[in-house]
């Protein structure tokens, strides 16, 4: 059975960093056309952060994490990870690894992903 497992999720204070890591287990990340992040903070839709096309590396990120997130790959360990720096209050949020293994949408919507993790919270504080 094919699981993605996060982790890396904690508490930290606004300026500060984290990496999240996800994990795919019975599958490896080649297997998987596309891969990302997504947030969901309480009473808000889930929202896309970040998302990598497997094969090219290319990747898209939220304009509002620009230039202060990193999506990134390591095939051999079969992980996705997430370096989040200058973290700001309203990054708070569940954070979600996602994937589709078939096709890589261009656009950061959540419809586009078919297989979902269980989430790792990120609570910054100001």
């Known amino acids: 059975q094919v699981r993605l497992v996060e982790s890396g999720g904690g508490s930290v204070q606004a300026g500060g960093s984290l990496r999240l890591s996800c994990t795919a287990s019975?599958?490896?990340?080649?297997?998987?056309?596309?891969m990302g992040w997504f947030r969901q903070a309480p009473g808000k839709e889930r929202e896309g952060v970040a998302r990598?096309?497997?094969?090219?590396?290319?990747?898209v990120y939220a304009d509002s994490v620009k230039g202060r997130f990193t999506i990134s790959q390591d095939n051999a360990k079969s992980t996705l990870y997430l370096q989040m720096n200058s973290l700001k209050p309203e990054d708070t949020a569940m954070y979600y690894c996602?994937?589709?293994?078939?096709?890589?949408?261009?656009?950061?919507?959540?419809?586009?992903?078919?297989?979902w993790g269980q989430g790792t919270q990120v609570t910054v504080s100001s």
């Open positions: 019975g599958y490896t990340i080649r297997n998987y056309a596309c």
């Open positions: 990598i096309y497997t094969g090219s590396g290319s990747t």
């Open positions: 996602a994937a589709n293994s078939r096709y890589c949408s261009p656009y950061l919507l959540p419809q586009y992903m078919d297989s």
